[in-house]
């Protein structure tokens, strides 16, 4: 079926009738159901003249600080607002970072049934808000961190363990800082990451450096060595998923190349559940 000739129009004028003038504020008696044109112009502090034009489909493209207005004056959630700018703009609107403490209990159950794969939720900031008990016993146990330390970027320039069991830091270090320059550029979020920017280049020369490379790479898959206290060198495969609907968070998850290798966290993962009060993470 083809798409309507004024799909816009047709999109506001929906959103329009779906909202009830009382809980606005609005009364008088009503031929249609929902607000009037004036009504949503008046929310979204635009001319009643330069909205209706839209619902005709007349005027040109609106800006995007308009659809934004009109965004919030007809109480758009996330997905409508996105879908009114592909209509208006053909293009999605700019992301809008915010900060994360944590994911959806449904994201956790997930990640927790990989037993021999590592898996982290991190921001684009590189803060880690979650983490399955393979991660905890491969790379570093998150619980026993305070959460402002549980940041990549953090652990890999100023933490001296962290740092030693990397096979290759030198390549490892460039690698991520590039990659967090992608993700931070993507996700909208310059502006929140100027302090931890600022932090890292005090407390490291070396992060200082690879910073003001401005080099910037993809983190979608590849392989990871570690020189594991426990389980000795390990190779690991990595692949990075984006959270639906989030595009500030990304899952990476760790696959040991070697069968054994799997075994062996699956067991150590096994006998740190034991450990914890009724086998469970805290």
């Avoid at 008696?29 to 009037?36: A, E, M, S, V």
């Avoid at 207005?69 to 758009?76: E, F, K, P, Q, V």
């Avoid at 549980?150 to 490892?172: E, K, V, Y």
Wanted: proline share 6%; aromatic share 8%.
């Amino acid at each position: 079926m083809a798409i309507e000739a004024n799909a816009l129009g047709l999109f506001l004028r929906d959103r329009r009738s779906r909202l009830d003038p009382a809980v606005f504020g609005f009364s008088g008696r009503r031929r249609t159901p929902g607000l009037r044109r004036e009504e949503v112009a008046q929310r979204s502090n635009i001319s009643a003249t330069w909205y209706t034009w839209l619902e005709q489909g007349r005027g040109g493209a609106p800006s995007a600080d308009v659809l934004n207005r009109i965004a919030r004056g007809l109480m758009l959630t996330e997905p409508e607002r996105e879908h009114l700018f592909m209509l208006a703009l053909g293009r999605p609107p700019e992301i809008r970072y915010k900060s994360v403490e944590g994911v959806s209990p449904r994201l956790q159950r997930l990640i927790d049934t990989l037993d021999a794969s590592p898996a982290l939720v991190r921001t684009a900031a590189w803060d880690i808000v979650a983490w399955n008990p393979a991660a905890a016993i491969v790379m570093t146990d998150y619980d026993r961190l305070a959460p402002g330390d549980r940041n990549i970027l953090r652990l890999l320039f100023c933490n001296p363990a962290i740092r030693d069991i990397q096979h290759d830091w030198d390549a490892m270090a460039r690698f991520v800082v590039g990659a967090f320059r992608a993700d931070v550029a993507r996700a909208g979020a310059t502006s929140e990451i100027t302090a931890l920017v600022d932090e890292l280049c005090s407390a490291s020369p070396e992060f200082e450096a690879l910073w003001r490379e401005n080099e910037v790479v993809a983190h979608g898959e590849g392989t990871k060595r570690l020189r594991h206290p426990v389980l000795g060198d390990i190779e690991l495969e990595y692949s990075g998923f984006a959270v639906d609907g989030r595009p500030d968070l990304n899952l990476v998850v760790y696959n040991p190349v070697d069968p054994s290798v799997a075994e062996r966290i699956r067991a150590l993962v096994g006998k740190h559940m034991e450990s914890l009060p009724n086998h469970s993470r805290a």
